[in-house]
């Protein structure tokens, strides 16, 4: 692969981080599994900072963090958004259908917009829930989804 094939090849690979990840360096460090999938996050973001994975957010992120009643929450996750985030246009009428019939599955009503919008963007979809991964499972995604560490594994960060 020559270096603009492979340069070309990274600004592809695009990374959806819903509020539950993006929040985890946020959550008691004390259990192994916790801290584990917080510094996945970080290495996935310093990736993020040197260009070499997108980070697309949406209406959704916003929305969601400006409902969170934790300031520190809140200020730490919009400064990221607003720092590392890139807008990334998709039909919003087939985002809301897309939302809609996840939610139809079963997905809570901000779980199914971030997979809708993380489909429809073309991104690898990352979170720490476990119950919203079976769900994806379940309901077949129409993006490759996992936890931090799963994801750092496939796209070989270090």
């Known amino acids: 692969m020559s270096h603009k094939d492979h340069v070309s090849a990274v600004a592809e690979r695009r990374v959806y981080l819903d509020l539950c990840a993006l929040n985890r360096p946020l959550d008691d460090q ?9 510094d996945a996050v970080a290495l996935i973001l310093r990736h993020v900072r040197a260009g070499e ?12 963090t400006a409902a969170n009643p934790d300031a520190t929450r809140r200020a730490h996750v919009q400064l990221l958004l607003s720092e590392l985030g890139k807008a990334k ?6 985002a809301r259908q897309r939302a809609a019939e996840l939610h139809q599955l079963g997905l809570g009503p901000a779980d199914a917009a971030h997979v809708a919008m993380a489909e429809l ?3 690898d ?7 919203l991964l079976r769900q994806m499972r379940r ?9 931090p560490m799963v994801y750092c594994d496939k796209e070989d960060l270090r």
């Open 121 to 123: 963007a073309g991104c």
């Open 30 to 38: 004390n259990q192994i599994r916790v801290r584990l999938e917080a």
């Open 125 to 131: 979809f990352v979170t720490v829930d476990d119950r």
């Open 89 to 94: 246009d998709v039909d919003q009428t087939q």
């Open 53 to 64: 994975i997108q980070l697309p957010v949406s209406s959704v992120h916003w929305a969601e």
């Open 139 to 147: 309901y077949k995604a129409r993006t490759w989804f996992g936890t």
